[in-house]
T-cell receptor, first 112, second 109 residues
Framework: EAQVTQNPRYLITVTGKKLTVTCSQN?????MSWYRQDPGLGLRQIYY???????DKGDVPEGYKVSRKEKRNFPLILESPSPNQTSLYFC???????????FGPGTRLTVL | QKEVEQDPGPLSVPEGAIVSLNCTYS??????FMWYRQYSRKGPELLMY????GNKEDGRFTAQVDKSSKYISLFIRDSQPSDSATYLC?????????FGTGTSLTVIP
């Protein structure tokens, strides 16, 4: 079964404590992306990666880092989380023709 | 001004009604238009995709794009309680995707 997995699904942390949200896919697609979803603001693209070792900033990259060392994994790193990064995060894998995105189940992050 | 504007609703309709969901956009570079459905506590799932002006039909769903007016719509015919969800419009230019804020729809049996 084609899947996008994210871990953890829920996380409560404190300001400044580094964290990583993992994303993994078994679809063998090149393009992976991270979004955050906030009420009234919708889904906003944080970073995306067109290929291994290639990453680009989306609309709201400040405070986030990503890496793409292998095709199937695309972790999102918050080096020093702040309360304004409290949000629902989605990893997505884009089909190679760019016509469809497959979203993971989401990670609800709370930064106190 | 946001690049993609979508009426957040909420929208509540009786079962069997025709539903119209709309988005407007400001960026002429948007070339591809999508509608996603998001159930509570789930990730969005693609409903329909189109890249040209005009209508595209898939079962009870019709996507309409008017590039001259920068306006897209999704029509749901014979709405069902299972259609209750948040509907997100999305657009692409180059390698980047932009989403509307979503419209919450409830179909009452």
């Amino acid at each position: 079964e084609a899947q996008v997995t994210q871990n953890p699904r829920y996380l409560i942390t404190v300001t400044g404590k580094k964290l990583t949200v993992t994303c993994s896919q078994n679809m063998n697609h090149e393009y992976m992306s991270w979004y955050r979803q906030d009420p009234g603001l919708g889904l906003r693209q944080i970073y995306y990666s067109m290929n291994v070792e290639v990453t680009d900033k989306g609309d709201v990259p400040e405070g986030y880092k990503v890496s793409r060392k292998e095709k199937r994994n695309f972790p999102l790193i918050l080096e020093s989380p702040s309360p304004n990064q409290t949000s629902l995060y989605f990893c997505a894998v884009v089909r190679d023709d760019y016509n469809e995105q497959f979203f993971g189940p989401g990670t609800r992050l709370t930064v106190l | 001004q946001k690049e993609v504007e979508q009426d957040p609703g909420p929208l509540s309709v009786p079962e069997g009604a025709i539903v119209s969901l709309n988005c407007t956009y400001s960026n002429s570079a948007f070339q591809y238009f999508m509608w996603y459905r998001q159930y509570s506590r789930k990730g969005p799932e693609l409903l329909m995709y189109t890249y040209s002006s005009g209508n595209k039909e898939d079962g009870r769903f019709t996507a309409q794009v008017d590039k001259s007016s920068k306006y897209i719509s999704l029509f749901i015919r014979d709405s069902q309680p299972s259609d209750s969800a948040t509907y997100l419009c999305a657009m692409r230019t180059g390698n980047q995707f932009y989403f509307g804020t979503g419209t919450s729809l409830t179909v009452i049996p």
